[in-house]
């Protein structure tokens, strides 16, 4: 009796699987017992990409690139099932032994890629494949002028004057500095420590 091919397939794909798991193991276990161990402040800071890091982790990104990312996977998916799928259904026994093997792989593979088409639009109605949404709204300052005020001024007629700059008095003329005399600063700078209150 004849095995059939998928178990043979499958086995290959566990045993890549495996192989890939374990060498990147090895590669991990490796650099942790080879590897010098001498730690500075430059080592065990936050490396990105090269950049110095400015300011707290803790930064909210914008969900858009989650959004994109999840897209992606969601048909990346698709055409991994997608793939043996069309090895199958292809298959000339299967079809021999029973002929509506190839119309219900047909309509099998029809309802998946629909419930995926429909995913898809509903994403797309909602504007999440949009990378920027455009949110228009009037912006609201709880203040206490009263909305005539700004109408008024918002009616009134403003006439635009010409720019003629102010010229600059000769009258007191800059004495240079004595040579080897250093320039001292126009401010004193305070330098305070974060976190602390200026008294």
Same mark, same amino acid.
């Given at each position: 009796?004849?095995?059939?091919?998928?178990? %043979?397939? !499958? #086995?290959?794909?566990? &045993? =890549?699987?495996?192989?890939?798991?374990?060498?990147?193991?090895?590669?991990?276990?490796? $650099?942790?017992?080879?590897?010098?161990?001498?730690?500075?402040?430059?080592?065990?800071?936050?490396?990105?990409?090269?950049?110095?890091?400015?300011?707290?982790?803790?930064?909210?990104?914008?969900?858009?690139?989650?959004?994109?990312?999840?897209?992606?996977?969601?048909?990346?998916?698709?055409?991994?099932?997608?793939?043996?799928?069309? %090895?199958? !259904? #292809?298959?000339?026994? &299967? =079809?021999?032994?029973?002929?509506?093997?190839?119309?219900?792989?047909?309509?099998?593979? $029809?309802?998946?890629?629909?419930?995926?088409?429909?995913?898809?639009?509903?994403?797309?109605?909602?504007?999440?494949?949009?990378?920027?949404?455009?949110?228009?709204?009037?912006?609201?300052?709880?203040?206490?002028?009263?909305?005539?005020?700004?109408?008024?001024?918002?009616?009134?007629?403003?006439?635009?004057?010409?720019?003629?700059?102010?010229?600059?008095?000769?009258?007191?003329?800059?004495?240079?500095?004595?040579?080897?005399?250093?320039?001292?600063?126009?401010?004193?700078?305070?330098?305070?420590?974060?976190?602390?209150?200026?008294?």
């Amino acid at each position: 009796m004849d095995e059939p091919a998928q178990l %043979t397939e !499958f #086995g290959k794909i566990l &045993l =890549i699987g495996v192989m890939g798991i374990l060498l990147v193991l090895v590669t991990l276990l490796l $650099g942790k017992i080879l590897s010098p161990k001498k730690p500075t402040p430059e080592k065990l800071s936050t490396y990105e990409c090269g950049e110095e890091a400015v300011g707290n982790s803790w930064v909210q990104f914008n969900p858009r690139f989650y959004v994109i990312a999840l897209i992606f996977l969601l048909f990346d998916v698709e055409l991994i099932f997608i793939f043996p799928w069309a %090895t199958i !259904f #292809g298959q000339p026994e &299967l =079809i021999a032994a029973d002929p509506r093997w190839g119309w219900f792989a047909l309509v099998e593979m $029809g309802v998946f890629v629909g419930i995926l088409i429909i995913g898809l639009l509903y994403v797309w109605k909602k504007g999440d494949l949009e990378w920027v949404k455009p949110q228009t709204m009037t912006p609201r300052v709880a203040v206490n002028i009263p909305q005539s005020a700004y109408d008024k001024l918002n009616r009134e007629q403003y006439r635009v004057r010409k720019f003629e700059p102010i010229a600059e008095s000769t009258t007191t003329p800059k004495v240079p500095s004595p040579a080897g005399e250093p320039k001292k600063p126009a401010f004193k700078p305070v330098f305070r420590k974060p976190g602390t209150t200026s008294s």
